[in-house]
Every structure is written in C-alpha cells, then in structure tokens.
C-alpha cells in the first residue's frame, strides 16, 4: 500500500497580513493551500484504509520500547490473541515493543493485524506482523484513525505517546464525541500513580467530576481486557445511549 508522503510546514517571508490574506484566498497554488491539500489527501488516504478494515475493531497501546521478555509484552501477545478469536481486528501504532506484540498475537490468534506507523526523526520502522500497513506524516490524522477504526482502547504501559492517546481518548468520551467507548489500563501497579494523581489532585480539587473517574477500567488480565471491550461493542450494537454528563472537557 502506498505510503502518504507530505511535506512538512513551509517558512515564508513577512508580509502585509490584509494583503497576505487576500493573496492567500485568491490564490489557486499558494503553498498553504498546497500544504491543506496534502493533509486532507493524508486523511482521505486514511478514511479509506480505515473503510476496508473488517470490524469491530479494537486499538491498542503501548511502549515501543519493551522487548520479547517483558511482561507487557507476552500480556499483549496474548490480548491481541483474544481479540483475534472474538473476531476483532487489532490496530497498534505499526511498531516494535507492545505494538508488535499486539499484533503478533493477532496474526497468531487468525485475526487481522493493521498498523498506523508515522515517520519519526529516528525512523520507527514498521513491525513484521502487519497485514494493512499505512505510515502518516502527521500525528493528527493518524490519531483519527486510531479512534475511527476502533470499539475501544487497551492501554498498556508506554510513556507520552502512550499518555498521549490515553487523555485524548477520556476527552472525547466526556465531551460525548464517542460513546460506549471502552477505555482499559492493562497493570495495575504501573497505573497506579497517574490514577492517584487523576483522584488528587484532579478529582479532589473539581477539575474533574466523579462520574469521570468511571470512564476508566484498570485490569491485570488479558481476558477481561477483551471483555470488557466487546461487552462496550455488544451495548453500541445493542443502541444502548450512554449520553454523556456535560459537554465540555474540564
């Protein structure tokens, strides 16, 4: 599959801003629009892989950095496993450490494995357990992919790409952008400080309400991992509303 290939934002020299904004909505090949163009064909590029994937689907997370004997590792060889036999498609970030993991277990468990890689300075390269492979520029559209293919999110331990899609998913739960959207933390003691710091601070200073803290499922078992995310997927099925409490994100 062809790979997007973008380029990055452009510099350009000072102008007037009334007369720059006029050339700019004028212009047919202004380098922003040129730019705008790319980025709408990365997602359109996107949209369309994520269209062919067989759902449900799930995405999972993690460290790129653990190896084969790491305990999250082996954890998610054996999640990617089980979401494979409850007939899930598994979508990762594309790369080694977790990713791989959860995507080898979906290729040993028979099920689809799909990875959304991007192009970082020290080059990520792509896992070997990949059935659809797209690789983005921009991290925005990959981030929409993860959530558009996806019935839920598995969490497992990682650092601030981790953390990253983490928050991002809470938000577009509370803000009701997606509903019945399983979010699962997989290990329990390394959650363990970022959850007492979500209850205080956070909670304890009404930066965030109670109810928030119920949008979270932590868990030290692959099993109930798949469970609980195919339990949200059979409750959408089912069109059960789970509409949200407020629509602003705190």
Request: charged share 25%; hydrophobic share 40%.
């Amino acid at each position: 599959m062809d790979r997007p290939r973008l380029v990055g934002p452009q510099r350009l020299p000072k102008y007037d801003q009334s007369v720059e904004d006029r050339r700019i909505l004028k212009a047919e090949e202004h380098p922003e629009r040129l730019h705008v163009k790319r980025i709408a064909d990365e997602f359109f590029q996107g949209f369309e892989t994520v269209a062919k994937i067989a759902k449900p689907a799930v995405t999972i997370f993690g460290s790129a950095r653990v190896r084969e004997d790491h305990p999250a590792y082996k954890a998610a060889v054996e999640t990617g496993k089980l979401f494979a036999g409850a007939g899930f498609t598994v979508v990762t970030g594309g790369g080694p450490g977790v990713m791989e993991a959860a995507n080898r277990g979906a290729r040993e468990g028979g099920g689809l494995s799909v990875g959304f890689n991007i192009e970082l300075p020290h080059e990520q390269d792509s896992n070997a357990y990949l059935d659809v492979s797209l690789t983005f520029r921009h991290f925005y559209a990959r981030k929409t992919m993860f959530v558009k293919a996806a019935e839920g999110f598995v969490i497992f331990p990682g650092g601030f790409g981790t953390l990253d899609e983490f928050f991002e998913a809470l938000t577009l739960i509370q803000t009701g952008k997606v509903l019945n959207f399983p979010v699962v933390l997989y290990d329990s003691e390394y959650w363990k400080g970022l959850l007492d710091w979500i209850r205080d601070p956070l909670l304890a200073q009404g930066m965030i309400s109670p109810d928030d803290l119920e949008l979270l499922v932590v868990t030290n078992e692959p099993a109930e991992a798949v469970a609980t995310v195919v339990a949200g997927y059979e409750r959408r099925l089912a069109d059960i509303p789970t509409a949200p409490a407020k629509a602003d994100a705190q």
